[in-house]
C-alpha cells in the first residue's frame, strides 16, 4: 500500500460512488486504469471489505435503537459461538467482544417495540446468555463515521 492507495481510500470512505476521473484529480493519479487496478486489488486483498449505501433508517421508520449489554456463561470457545447465534439475530446491525465485566455489546435497530422484544426473546432462549441489560437510544448524535479517520 502506498501513498496513491491511501488517498484514494481516503477519497473512497466518503464517497465510493465517486468517478475514477474525479478520484484521479483529487488524488493526483489521473489514470483511470491504474484507480480501478488498485481499487480492485484493495478489495482481493480485503482491505475494501465491500460498497454499502447508508441508508436513513430513522426515514424508513427504524426509530427504536437498543444497545444490549450481554453477560454470557463461560465455555471452550463462548466468544465464538455466542458471536455467530447473536449474528443470526433479526434487526441485529453490530456486534462487539468487549473484556471486562460485559462480554459483548450488541446494537438493534427496530421498527417499534414489537419487533425488538422478538430479538430480545429469541437472545434470553439462548442458554450461553446469563443475562443482558438493553438501553434505548433517545437519539443519534453521531452515528458510526469512518470518513473520520484519516488513512495515512
Known amino acids: 500500500m ?3 492507495d491511501k488517498r484514494i481510500l481516503n477519497v473512497l470512505k466518503n464517497n465510493s460512488d465517486m468517478p ?3 478520484i484521479g484529480k483529487t488524488i ?3 489514470s483511470p486504469s491504474a484507480i480501478s487496478r488498485r481499487i480492485n486489488e484493495m478489495k482481493k486483498s480485503g482491505i475494501i471489505k465491500k460498497n454499502i449505501a447508508l441508508i436513513d433508517y430513522e426515514k424508513l421508520g427504524y426509530d427504536f435503537m437498543t444497545i444490549v449489554f ?3 456463561k463461560y465455555k471452550k470457545d463462548y466468544a465464538h459461538n455466542v458471536g ?3 449474528k443470526r439475530l433479526d434487526n441485529v446491525v453490530a456486534i462487539y467482544f468487549i473484556l471486562g465485566d460485559i ?3 450488541m446494537i438493534t435497530i427496530n421498527k417499534n417495540r414489537e419487533t425488538y422484544l422478538r430479538t430480545m426473546e429469541a437472545l434470553t432462549a439462548m442458554e450461553e446468555i446469563e443475562r ?3 438501553r434505548i437510544i433517545g437519539y443519534t448524535i453521531k452515528d458510526i463515521d469512518f470518513g473520520s479517520i484519516n488513512i495515512k
Open 70 to 72: 450481554i453477560k454470557t
Open 2 to 4: 502506498d501513498e496513491y
Open 132 to 134: 443482558s441489560d438493553s
Open 28 to 30: 493526483g493519479l489521473y
Open 20 to 22: 475514477l476521473k474525479d
Open 84 to 86: 455467530e447465534q447473536l
Open 103 to 105: 462480554d459483548f455489546v
